[in-house]
């Protein structure tokens, strides 16, 4: 069902954990499957610096989180808003069908993270809208599982 990279990635995380000193959170979760992501932020000068994760969820969750943290540590707000779920799917070597959703909330936290940082220091970042806010709502199919 997983590949060697999303195992790799379950089972060695990269950056999991909190930053207590962080410029900005997001969480994201999905009720329908239980799968929740919280992505904490350190942003210096539009770069981000430092990034964390919690997840509570599944194999695909865990490693779609930490990939996803990976792929925008060191990058501009900009180059973050341009990772795509889809992204993070090819980074991970594919994901199955019934889990893309997790990458769908990796994602989204890290939006919702970019807009509190937005938020809590009064700008306006360019590619951040409502849309974001919207809960992820997906019947994923554990039956099929």
């Not at 890290?110 to 306006?124: C, G, M, P, Q, S």
């Amino acid at each position: 069902m997983y590949n060697e990279k999303v195992i790799e990635y379950f089972v060695h995380p990269r950056n999991a954990g909190v930053l207590v000193d962080a410029d900005g959170i997001g969480e994201a979760g999905s009720p329908a499957c239980g799968d929740e992501m919280k992505v904490y932020l350190k942003i210096e000068n539009d770069v981000i610096v430092d990034v964390k994760f919690q997840t509570y969820g599944c194999a695909s969750a865990i490693a779609s989180s930490s990939m996803a943290t990976e792929m925008i540590k060191g990058k501009t707000i900009q180059e973050a808003l341009s990772v795509t779920n889809k992204d993070v799917i090819n980074a991970l070597g594919g994901l199955p069908a019934p889990k893309i959703h997790c990458s769908v909330l990796a994602e989204q936290t890290i939006k919702r993270a970019i807009l509190d940082y937005a938020k809590k220091h009064n700008i306006t970042i360019e590619g951040i809208d409502s849309k974001i806010l919207e809960d992820d709502v997906h019947d994923h199919g554990h039956d099929e599982e």
